[in-house]
């Protein structure tokens, strides 16, 4: 945890320490719930698999088989459509299969490890753009 006041180049290293670049991905909303439960599968143990999500809410069962513990996915409001093919922005360690997100291989590529941007360059742009960061309200995640 970072206290609040000014942020530096070095704190956003911190924060994001592993030169991750930032891919972009075409993917139906089949395979999103996927990715979903594949990173609630370790609950309730804490684990790096763990998504980081905006702009999406879900329910979690704690208590279903892995793989169906993820329901009421709302993209933005909207329930997510399995049919439906949204973009995604995903690390590029993700996209290489790390923490076990194998499922990519599937999804169409839009913005590669080679296009995209570092995380930490992305950020430090949002920062100095924003003047203030809050909390994202935009997103929520509720375990059962």
């Not at 999500?53 to 459509?81: I, K, Y």
């Not at 093919?85 to 690390?91: K, L, M, N, Q, R």
């Amino acid at each position: 945890m970072f206290p609040a006041g000014p942020l530096t180049r070095r704190t956003l290293i911190e924060i994001h320490p592993f030169d991750n670049v930032i891919c972009k991905l075409a993917m139906t909303g089949r395979l999103v719930l996927d990715v979903l439960n594949h990173g609630v599968d370790a609950l309730p143990n804490a684990g790096g698999q763990f998504p980081q999500v905006s702009g999406l809410t879900m329910v979690v069962d704690t208590q279903a088989a892995e793989g169906h513990r993820v329901h009421d996915v709302r993209v933005n409001g909207a329930p997510l459509d399995p049919n439906k093919t949204y973009t995604v922005a995903i690390p590029d360690f993700l996209l290489k299969a790390g923490d076990g997100y194998t499922m990519f291989s599937g999804a169409r590529v839009l913005v590669g490890p080679e296009a995209g941007n570092l995380i930490t360059t992305a950020l430090e742009h949002y920062v100095a753009d924003k003047k203030i960061v809050g909390a994202d309200v935009d997103s929520r995640i509720t375990l059962r």
